[in-house]
C-alpha cells in the first residue's frame, strides 16, 4: 500500500516546486508492486498525475470530492473532539475523533482508505482511531487560567498554518493568533507569508 497524502508546498527549498514535489513523491507510487494500492488525495489538483504514475496498479481515493472511494461526509466540532462521518464505497460510517482539527477528519479518511485496502472494516479501524490523541505540539488543546490555546507548532507551511487559523476561527471571540515562520520553502518564503497576512482577515480573530 503506497499512501500520498498532498502535493504542498513543504519542502520546497529542495525541489523548487510543486511540481518537484509530485513527481519525488510519485516514487513511491511507481516502486509499488502490480498488485500494489495506490492511495491518492481526491481533492488534490494533481490527482490525475498521481493516477497516470501509479498506471495500472488498484487505486483507492480519499477526500472531500463526490467520487471519491473513501469521502469526508462531516466533520463537526464538539467540545474539544470532532464529529465525523464517511462514505466507503456507499456504506455511511460514523464516529468520534480526539482533537478539533478538521485536519484530523480527514487523516482518518486516509486511515480508512488504508484499512480498505487491507480487508479492515471502515467501523471496526474508526473505533480503533477514535482512541488516538494529536502527538506533542500538533494541535493540542491546552486549557490555562480560564483560556484554551491551541498548540500547534511542531512544524509549519502553508496548508498547516491555514488549517490551524480555521480551527482557531471555530472557537468562541476573542481569538488571537501568535504565529511562527514558515521554513524550507526556498524562494516561495516571502510569497507565501505576504499570502497568508493577507488573508488573516477572513478567520475573524481579534489579533
Not at 503506497?2 to 513511491?28: P, S
Not at 492511495?39 to 493516477?51: C, E, G
Not at 469526508?72 to 466507503?88: H, I
Amino acid at each position: 500500500v503506497g499512501l500520498i497524502t498532498n502535493i504542498g508546498h513543504a519542502h520546497l527549498e529542495l525541489v523548487h516546486t510543486r511540481e518537484g514535489i509530485a513527481r519525488a513523491k510519485g516514487e513511491l507510487l511507481a516502486a509499488l508492486p502490480a498488485d500494489g494500492v495506490a492511495i491518492l488525495p481526491a481533492d488534490d489538483d494533481y490527482l490525475d498525475h498521481l493516477r497516470r504514475t501509479a498506471g495500472s496498479r488498484p487505486t483507492l481515493v480519499f477526500g472531500r470530492a463526490e467520487g471519491a472511494d473513501v469521502r469526508l461526509v462531516e466533520a463537526r466540532k464538539e467540545g474539544t473532539d470532532l464529529a465525523v462521518a464517511y462514505d466507503v464505497r456507499g456504506r455511511r460510517v460514523e464516529g468520534r475523533l480526539k482533537g478539533p482539527a478538521k485536519t484530523a477528519a480527514l487523516a482518518a479518511a486516509m486511515g480508512l482508505a488504508v484499512a480498505t485496502a487491507c480487508g479492515v472494516s471502515p467501523e471496526l479501524a474508526l473505533e480503533r482511531m477514535a482512541s488516538v490523541t494529536p502527538e506533542g505540539l500538533r494541535m493540542q488543546v491546552v486549557e490555562h487560567d480560564g483560556r484554551t490555546l491551541l498548540m500547534d507548532a511542531y512544524n509549519a507551511a502553508p496548508e498547516s498554518m491555514r488549517a490551524a487559523l480555521e480551527t482557531l476561527a471555530e472557537y468562541p471571540a476573542p481569538r488571537y493568533a501568535l504565529l511562527g515562520a514558515m521554513r524550507e520553502l526556498g524562494n516561495h518564503e516571502a510569497e507565501a507569508h505576504r499570502d497568508l497576512v493577507h488573508g488573516l482577515k477572513e478567520y475573524g480573530l481579534d489579533g
